[in-house]
């Protein structure tokens, strides 16, 4: 458990040095929440579907919290490049304890930046129907932070070199984004893209956060949707850390 904690605590200090990293991640959600928020919101408001900066900002939360998680992976390659993964596996600890420690420092930071972009939302005019509600959206935020960050740690763990990973990444981490319903309704879709949109776990985070938020524009039903992030979460922390385990030194 000492492992744990020393491998989360170091993620926290990493994060808390670089403030620029801190101020570079609310660059990209300021700006989907300026630029769609109030640009498409006369268009959403036309269209009978209310506030759109109210639809989006859950959206934009999921964003930040993604981005920052699945993106935790790209530690471990600097780790790697630098020579503390070595370091830290030959010490006499379980790989899953340094697996479990470095997830869950990845996942915290990006709760971090979530709540960091949840107020830049409530300053920006959103406003939660329930202020009582929040824990349960923060519930959502660390459930989304859990399954990316050990998502993230899986792939880091079978990759050499940094640019692969941000090949992969660009190659995932988009689509599930756009496909989250994020800036738009899951309702009335497709076929196709209806089905599409289901397999996508984020789509059920931001669908909770949603619910716990108050607005009418959800698609799912919120047991629902927290039991497939729980389901999916433990599933990608048992990959993860199997794939952790297969790291050669």
Same mark, same amino acid.
Request: aromatic share 12%.
């Given at each position: 458990?000492?492992?744990?904690? !020393? ?47 109210? #639809? ?14 699945? #993106? ?98 660009? #190659? ?47 698609? #799912? ?27 050669? !030194?």
């Amino acid at each position: 458990m000492n492992a744990i904690y !020393i491998l989360w605590l170091r993620e926290l200090k990493r994060y808390k040095r670089s403030r620029a990293q801190i101020i570079a991640s609310l660059g990209q959600p300021m700006l989907y929440l300026l630029v769609l928020g109030f640009g498409l919101g006369p268009i959403f408001k036309r269209a009978g579907a209310g506030n759109y900066l109210q #639809f989006v900002a859950p959206g934009v939360i999921g964003m930040s919290v993604l981005f920052s998680s699945i #993106f935790s992976g790209l530690g471990l390659l600097w780790d790697r490049q630098f020579g503390f993964l070595k370091e830290t596996l030959v010490a006499p600890v379980s790989r899953l304890q340094i697996m479990i420690g470095r997830t869950l420092g990845g996942a915290t930071v990006a709760c971090i930046q979530g709540m960091l972009v949840l107020i830049l939302c409530i300053l920006f005019g959103f406003r939660p129907a329930n202020l009582s509600a929040i824990p349960i959206a923060i519930g959502f935020m660390v459930l989304i932070a859990l399954l990316f960050a050990a998502l993230g740690m899986a792939i880091g763990s079978g990759l050499q070199d940094m640019q692969g990973f941000q090949l992969i990444m660009n #190659f995932l981490v988009m689509p599930i984004y756009f496909l989250s319903g994020a800036m738009f309704p899951l309702t009335g879709l497709g076929v196709v893209l209806s089905y599409v949109t289901r397999i996508d776990p984020l789509a059920y985070g931001i669908d909770g956060m949603r619910h716990a938020f108050g607005s009418p524009n959800v698609a #799912f039903n919120l047991t629902l949707d927290a039991a497939v992030l729980v389901i999916l979460a433990i599933v990608l922390l048992i990959f993860g850390a199997w794939r952790f385990h297969k790291i050669e !030194i």
